[in-house]
């Protein structure tokens, strides 16, 4: 049972709010924001995404900058509502095209029929995009997709050589085209998350793949779509090769641990050939989600090194290096390493000719921060940093700093090699194809190496 929900920007303005019980004090919103925007409480840099405070249990997560939040009284399960505040999001984005401040400020009489039927008086009804067509009836007013953050190089199904437009997905599913023609097309992300923890010496300790295939359909009708992926696709373990005995190069089968489908996939010949066949519904949807913990290739090697460099000083040496191919490009890099709690002052030396990097020493919590703008597959870049310390240190350097924590990335680019291999849609359209999207986007999730 919901008694409030609200979305705050990164500033803490509140956005949208509403109260749907009147149990939770009024400015339950601006105490949410200084409770998270200074959290000091068991060692944690940021807040979890739930608490308790003053007997009311906040639940919050983070969307495109954004905080959708929700607040109550009473004991609810945390999943529940944590899965709640996501498909809200994702059906204000159905909606609106773009989720972002603007768009919500300039539709806040469709956000809040949204929310009106969501919940009520705290309840959830339903957060199926297609149910609420028809109990939703105003438009959304178009926010210039151009001013938007870059969606990165894409991939693409059967179109040659051309690239996905930045403004293909941000399109609302009820706001109609000009001039009243609707483009037939549909999206499809294929989306991993990579863990992996990197020993001392360079080997790989744990490695573990979250994926999901995301579909996206701007068809009119509602065909019916067959999506094919790997023949040699199996499901299970226990179907596999020992762990760490696979080839290095990536040979042999995809093999998932295990996997879950949209209730909309119809699986009659999946064991057979490997197609998926659904009605999509409308707005965005998981069509699939996946894990992999079978050995595979890391896209990137963390090197790194500390070593005394004389009195009250030592010196920092980290590599990262490409392990992906030379037309493949990560963006948004970050690497990040604990120091010694005794480091005062860090002076950095990046490699001549270095473009798009930057350094930095968060004195507050003594870490270390390398941003790279993009990196090329194959290249390696070298970062050295030199510490200066308050006083003498008695213990192993190594000990007292690292681990070392990258984020990243890499579109056009999938780790496991689980691939679309064709996307069939039963209904003909005339003398026109409907256009088919597909990209790969990898991205770190926990990319740590130890000292």
């Known amino acids: 049972m919901i008694s409030q929900f609200f979305i705050l920007s990164q500033r803490g303005d509140n956005i ?27 060692g944690l840099e940021e807040a979890p995404p739930v608490f308790n405070l003053d007997g009311v249990n906040y639940f919050h997560v983070k969307v495109v900058g954004l905080l959708f939040v929700a607040t109550t009284r009473v004991n609810i399960s945390p999943p529940f ?8 999001a994702r059906v204000t984005k159905d909606y609106l095209g773009v989720l972002s401040e603007d768009s919500l400020r300039k539709n806040f009489v469709l956000v809040y029929e949204l929310l009106d039927e969501v919940i009520d008086f705290g309840y959830v009804q339903t957060t199926s995009t297609e ?17 938007l953050p870059a ?25 109609t085209e000009p001039g009243g023609r609707k483009r037939e097309e549909i999206f499809v992300d ?15 300790l744990t490695s573990e793949i979250d994926g999901t295939i995301q579909m996206k359909s701007y068809l009119t009708g509602n065909p019916e779509i067959r999506l094919a992926l790997n ?52 707005g965005e949807f998981p069509v699939m989600n996946y894990r992999m913990t079978q050995e595979f290739r890391p896209p990137f090697h963390i090197n790194a090194l500390i070593e005394e460099a004389g009195f009250l000083k030592a010196e920092v040496i980290l590599k990262v290096r490409a392990e992906f191919a030379s037309s493949i490009t990560a963006n948004t890099i970050k690497v990040q390493m604990p120091l010694p709690q005794f480091t005062t002052r860090v002076s950095f030396e990046l490699e001549p000719g270095s473009v798009g ?46 681990p070392v924590s990258m984020t990243f990335t890499i579109p056009m680019y999938n780790a496991s090699r689980l691939q679309v291999k064709y996307l069939q849609i039963a209904k003909k359209f005339g003398t026109h194809e409907p256009h088919r999207w597909v990209r790969y986007v990898t991205q770190a999730n926990s990319y740590v190496a130890r000292m």
């Open 357 to 402: 990097q930057t350094t930095d020493f968060k004195e507050a919590n003594k870490k270390l921060e390398w941003s790279l703008k993009k990196i090329v597959g194959g290249s390696e870049h070298t970062l050295r940093a030199k510490l200066t310390f308050s006083q003498e240190s008695h213990g192993n350097l190594t000990k007292e700093a690292g």
């Open 231 to 282: 023949e040699d696709l199996a499901i299970g373990s226990g179907q596999g090769p020992v762990y760490g005995h696979r080839s290095s190069s990536g040979s042999g089968p995809v093999i998932l641990d295990d996997c879950n489908f949209h209730e909309s996939v119809c699986l009659d010949s999946f064991d057979m050939d490997k197609t998926l066949s659904l009605i999509p519904p409308d």
């Open 151 to 175: 969606l990165g190089p894409a991939s693409i199904f059967a179109q040659g050589t051309k690239r996905m437009p930045g403004i293909a997905v941000t399109k609302s599913v009820v706001a």
């Open 16 to 42: 949208v709010f509403r109260d749907y019980r009147g149990e939770v004090q009024k400015g339950s919103a601006e105490i949410f924001f200084r409770k998270v925007k200074f959290w000091e409480d068991g």
């Open 81 to 88: 509502v944590l899965e709640l505040l996501q498909r809200i």
């Open 131 to 147: 149910l609420l067509k028809s109990y939703v009836f105003n438009e959304p007013l178009v926010v210039d997709a151009a001013r």
């Open 190 to 204: 294929i989306i991993e998350k990579i863990s992996i923890t990197f020993s001392s010496s360079g080997y790989i």
